[in-house]
Antibody, heavy 119, light 108 residues
Framework: QVQLVESGGGVVQPGRSLRVSCVVS????????MHWVRQAPGKGLEWVAI????????YYADSVKGRFSISRDNSKNTLFLQMNSLRVEDTAVYYC????????????WGQGTLVTVSS | SYVLTQPPSVSVAPGKTARITCGGN??????VHWYQQKPGQAPVLLIY???GRPSGIPERFSGSNSGNTATLTISRVEAGDEADYYC???????????FGGGTKLTVL
């Protein structure tokens, strides 16, 4: 069955960096575009970034552009989100999500990893 | 950037019909997708392509989209439907995903 498992969350000081990962199984990873979506405590969902199936294209939300970088290793079935210059407002649960093959909706989600930015 | 507007909350009695709206400029020109999120859980795809239902989603859940409003309809509401519901589109021009602010469904 399809599984997405995030890891790497934790507490980090403002201005520092953190990388979160998402290991997938149950499907051919290199066939699918992947996304990161985040949710601040008590708030709604916010789309963060997309990477194409082969890693050649990526796009970002304005709120993270220039600070976050999405990447993938198809040989290891792993998606990454490198987060630099972290801000208090980046505190959130970060979900990885698989994009449907047909159009851009998210047919499978991980359970999320919590990133807390605090001094 | 493209904005989707949802009511913060909707309340409905068990067995009745709940309608959750998602407003956006010419949203009828987009494919709208809906997610259900229960407390402490990841979102689950509920409706895709305006009205498609993934396998395992009950027929009580349906969607429509026209003009400036997309609607998620939940028929014969059950206590287990209490959750947050989010609409979503892909804004192709900006290469960005957009979520509505979410609607909390309360079953009275």
């Amino acid at each position: 069955q399809v599984q997405l498992v995030e890891s790497g969350g934790g507490v980090v000081q403002p201005g520092r960096s953190l990388r979160v990962s998402c290991v997938v199984s149950g499907f051919t990873f290199g066939t699918y575009a992947m996304h990161w979506v985040r949710q601040a405590p008590g708030k709604g969902l916010e789309w963060v970034a997309i990477i194409s199936n082969d890693g050649s294209e990526n796009y970002y939300a304005d709120s993270v552009k220039g600070r976050f970088s999405i990447s993938r290793d198809n040989s290891k079935n792993t998606l990454f989100l490198q987060m630099n210059s972290l801000r208090v407002e980046d505190t959130a649960v970060y979900y990885c999500a698989r994009e449907s093959v047909v159009t851009v909706y998210f047919d499978y989600w991980g359970q999320g990893t919590l990133v807390t930015v605090s001094s | 950037s493209y904005v989707l507007t949802q009511p913060p909350s909707v309340s409905v009695a068990p067995g009745k019909t709940a309608r959750i709206t998602c407003g956006g400029n010419n949203i009828g020109g987009y494919s709208v997708h809906w997610y259900q999120q229960k407390p402490g859980q990841a979102p689950v795809l509920l409706i895709y392509y305006d009205s498609g239902r993934p396998s395992g989603i009950p027929e009580r859940f349906s969607g429509s989209n026209s003009g400036n409003t997309a609607t998620l309809t939940i028929s014969r509401v059950e206590a287990g439907d209490e959750a947050d519901y989010y609409c979503q589109v892909w804004h192709t021009g900006g290469h960005q995903g957009v979520f509505g602010g979410g609607t909390k469904l309360t079953v009275l």
